[in-house]
């Protein structure tokens, strides 16, 4: 839909698949797809990691720096206890 799929009166269109949509902003949708990542070794990391952006977003600011130093050091680092090899430098 080239409205996002948002409908006029503020509902969502029946026939929106994105990945947001269903793994994001549908609860259920977004905790199977979250059991999905957790269950396959090549994707837990994946996984992970979301789970560990979703507390830095939750964070108190004081608290940003230091969560923002661990997820860098697990996950983006060679050698890191999760590093996500997927990722770019530049992430």
């Known amino acids: ?16 698949t994105s990945f947001r949509w269903q793994c994001v902003e549908q ?10 990542l957790e ?3 090549g994707l837990a990391a994946a996984g992970a990691l979301w789970a ?3 507390a830095y977003e939750r964070c108190e600011e004081q ?5 923002a130093n661990g997820i860098r050091g697990k996950f983006f680092s060679p050698g890191g206890a999760q590093h ?8």
């Open 1 to 16: 839909a080239q409205n996002g799929g948002v409908k006029a009166g503020g509902g969502h269109l029946e026939e929106d």
């Open 27 to 36: 609860p259920i949708g977004k905790q199977l797809f979250q059991r999905f």
């Open 39 to 41: 269950g396959s070794p």
């Open 52 to 54: 560990e952006l979703e």
């Open 63 to 67: 608290e940003r720096q230091a969560l």
């Open 84 to 91: 996500c090899s997927f990722l770019s430098a530049a992430a």
